[in-house]
C-alpha cells in the first residue's frame, strides 16, 4: 500500500527556512528519522516545500485557466512536506508517524493519505 504523508504549513513553516541551531537540530532528527524509514524498506522519496509566496496556483475552469500567485490564505490547509511510502498498510504508516519526530518548532500536523492504486479501478 503506497501512502502520501503530508507535513501541514504552520505560519512558523510559511516564513521560510533559517538555519538556526533549533531548525538544524530538527533537520538532523530528521534526516535520522528518513534513515529508518530507509533502511526499513518503507521509504519511496521525501522533501521539504518552499512557502507558499514561492508557488503558484492554476484553477480551472472549463477551458480557461488562471494563474494565482502565492502566498495562498490558510495555512493550515497548505502542506509544508512530504514522504511517499510503501507499507502493508494504514496502522503501519500510522505507527511510522507517531516515531516521527515533531516537523516544525511548535504545534504541527501530519496526514497520511492513501494513493489510488490499479487494483481500486478493477
Avoid: H
Amino acid at each position: 500500500m503506497r501512502v502520501m504523508v503530508l507535513v501541514k504549513a504552520t505560519a512558523e513553516s510559511e516564513k521560510g527556512f533559517s538555519p538556526t541551531p533549533e531548525t538544524m537540530d530538527m533537520m538532523e532528527a530528521m534526516g535520522r528519522f528518513n534513515d529508518e524509514l530507509e533502511k526499513a524498506g518503507i521509504l519511496v522519496t521525501a522533501d521539504g516545500l518552499k512557502p507558499s509566496s514561492e508557488g503558484k496556483r492554476v484553477a480551472f475552469d472549463g477551458t480557461g485557466r488562471t494563474v494565482i500567485d502565492g502566498p495562498f490564505a490558510e495555512t493550515r490547509e497548505l502542506v509544508a512536506g512530504f514522504w511517499l511510502w510503501n507499507v502493508k498498510d494504514m496502522d503501519e504508516a500510522v505507527a511510522w508517524v507517531k516515531r516521527c519526530p515533531n516537523p516544525m518548532p511548535g504545534p504541527s500536523e501530519i496526514e497520511i493519505r492513501p494513493l489510488y492504486e490499479m487494483s481500486d479501478w478493477q
